[in-house]
């Protein structure tokens, strides 16, 4: 099945400053890729999608690369503010289910 | 804005007991996940549900587990004999397509604390 690899577990910035996030998966099939922020004491909320046929994709300040032939992919968070402090999962699926990263918790300190 | 309900909040079972977690999807979904977060560790898929079937489940799902939809708005995850490795954060997700066609939206899960 897919097995999918997340870095760092923790990660701290200034505010203002930018964040990266990166994603390994094993399955070749995998097309779909979203990005989960998962607030204290709430469920993931999907915040950023991309498909295999597209390489980047933006919304405001929050960014998502796709490799497919290295098989990885980023989250880039620009400018970032207090209420990015979040744990932010990857996930890779190829049709019916999502296999999720194991986490990032992302402080930002003001 | 629809959102996927989830009861109980939390719940203290003792270990051997049955568990029922009862989760509301959003209504015009068509398909229901149950996954679990044991405390610091990643979001398992264990179960998909379509068309009042499973569709898929992990190895994690085994004979302990089971899923039903007995009316038109709930969907259930009943534990069986609770043992205390399945204390853990259960979360319910619906969507309107499967994994990779739909946004899967998350409830706010239900803590299973088995002592």
């Known amino acids: 099945g897919e097995n999918v690899e997340q870095h760092p577990s923790t990660l701290s910035v200034q505010e203002g400053d930018s964040a990266v996030i990166k994603c390994t998966y094993s399955d070749s099939a995998s097309n779909y890729f979203p990005w989960y922020k998962q607030e204290l004491g709430k469920g993931p909320q999907l915040i950023i999608d991309i498909r295999s046929n597209v390489g980047e994709k933006k919304d405001q300040r929050i960014a998502v690369t796709l490799n497919k032939t290295a098989k990885h992919f980023s989250l880039h968070i620009t400018e970032t503010q207090p209420e990015d402090s979040a744990v932010y999962f990857c996930?890779?699926?190829?049709?019916?289910?999502?296999?999720f990263g194991t986490g990032t918790r992302l402080t930002v300190i003001p | 804005e629809p959102e996927v309900t989830q009861t109980p909040s939390h719940q203290v079972t003792q270990m051997g007991q049955e568990v029922i977690l009862r989760c509301v999807p959003i209504?015009?979904?068509?398909?229901f996940y149950w996954y679990r977060q044991i405390l610091g560790q990643k979001v398992e898929f264990l179960v998909s549900f379509y068309n009042n079937e499973i569709s898929e489940k992990s190895e994690i799902f085994d004979d302990q587990f089971s899923v039903e939809r007995p009316d038109g708005s709930n969907f259930t995850l009943k534990i069986r004999s609770t043992k205390l490795e399945d204390s853990a954060m259960y979360f319910c997700?619906?969507?309107?397509?499967?994994?990779?066609?739909?946004?899967?939206?998350f409830g706010e899960g239900s803590r299973l604390t088995v002592l």
């Open positions: 996930a890779a699926s190829d049709k019916d289910n999502l296999f």
């Open positions: 997700a619906s969507s309107t397509g499967t994994g990779n066609t739909g946004e899967l939206f």
């Open positions: 209504s015009n979904h068509l398909y």
